[in-house]
């Protein structure tokens, strides 16, 4: 059973940083993709930012520029650097794995870590 594990979250003021990290039961080489999401208070859960196995990323518009997305193989750990925080990014995050193995999809999710950012 895959078990994904985030820490890192916490209170911060607007224009601070924080540092997500997300540790893996398993080797992240067997993942398709890696990333993470974000669900505040009353919205749906949305993508954050994403990391290929083949080391491509994407984020969201609202992210761009902000955050970093990294990944160490050899801690089998997915990063979400978090800079300019804003009130905007509150929010509690998710980390996120997906395999896809002879045509099936499987999707992994953390348990999740709130992000509080005060104005």
């Known amino acids: 059973q895959v078990q994904l594990v985030e820490s890192g979250g916490g209170l911060v003021q607007a224009g601070g940083s924080l540092r997500l990290s997300c540790a893996a039961s398993t080797t992240i080489f067997s993942f398709d993709t890696m990333g993470w999401y974000r669900q505040a208070p009353g919205n749906q859960r949305e993508l954050v930012a994403r990391l290929t196995s083949g080391g491509s990323s994407n984020y969201a518009e609202s992210v761009k520029g902000r955050f970093t997305i990294s990944r160490d193989n050899a801690q089998n750990t997915v990063y979400l650097q978090m800079n300019s925080l804003k009130p905007g990014d509150t929010a509690v995050y998710y980390c996120?794995?997906?395999?896809?193995?002879?045509?099936?999809?499987?999707?992994?999710w953390g348990q999740g870590t709130q992000v509080t950012v005060s104005s």
């Open positions: 996120n794995a997906e395999k896809v193995s002879y045509g099936r999809r499987s999707l992994y």
